[in-house]
């Protein structure tokens, strides 16, 4: 059996993913696939992304792999990364498109006209480089990271869930928006944590152990 499958839908750095939970894991198996026998019958699968979201639900549906994703992070520890957060709502602004529904609420475009900071100076889009993620409970994915470590960004949206019970981590662009998302067994995050050094490294080595099932 698999120990991790990253999901290959032809849309996310896989490779960067790949390597840093070797890096992490030496000893556990991680595959790159689009089989979904093979995600089915793995103990833990991440579901990276980098892209847009009509062309992320296309593929998967292309590829036979939305209803497998969709039964992974219902019964197994289950890492959403970037875009594979978003896909996780109802719905994305972007191109109007309809996501995989697990968690109720939106994905939003960074509104132009709040884009300033404190100076008035304009702010990018997309939103690209570190900034300080803060916790907003205690989680075991969070184990070891200090409240306010900086992570590496590169997103247009961002995602607003409608309940508030399943936040598990916000940022500030700049306007307080959530970049982390945690329910039963499933923990998603905006930022990439393959590209943020020793807070991601020790993110990733987290989800390597965790058993799931946290409220």
């Known amino acids: 059996m698999t120990d991790i499958a ?10 960067s993913v790949s390597k840093a939970f070797e890096h992490v894991a030496p000893q556990a198996d991680v595959v790159v696939t689009s089989d979904p026998a093979v995600i089915a019958a793995a103990r833990r699968v991440v579901f990276p992304g980098v892209g847009a979201m009509p062309d992320c639900m296309r593929e998967l549906s292309a590829r036979g792999l939305v209803d497998v994703v969709r039964q992974a992070a219902r019964d197994k520890p289950f890492l959403g990364i970037c875009l594979g957060m978003q896909a996780l709502f109802a719905h994305s602004e972007e191109g109007d498109c309809a996501g995989l529904g697990l968690l109720p609420g939106n994905v939003r475009r960074f509104p132009a006209e709040a884009m300033k900071d404190e100076a008035g100076n304009r702010l990018k889009v997309p939103h690209i480089g570190w900034n300080r993620v803060h916790r907003t409970a205690a989680h075991p994915m969070w184990t070891g990271i200090d409240d306010g470590a900086r992570f590496y960004f590169v997103h247009s949206y961002y995602c607003e869930p409608a309940e508030q019970a399943v936040v598990a981590g916000f940022s500030h662009y700049p306007f307080a928006f959530t970049c982390a998302v945690a329910r ?32």
């Open 6 to 15: 990253i999901v290959d839908y032809g849309m996310g750095n896989l490779l």
């Open 184 to 215: 039963d067994n499933l923990f998603a995050v905006q930022f990439h944590p393959e590209k943020s050094q020793a807070a991601g490294l020790r993110l990733l080595a987290n989800f390597v152990t965790w058993e799931g099932n946290q409220g």
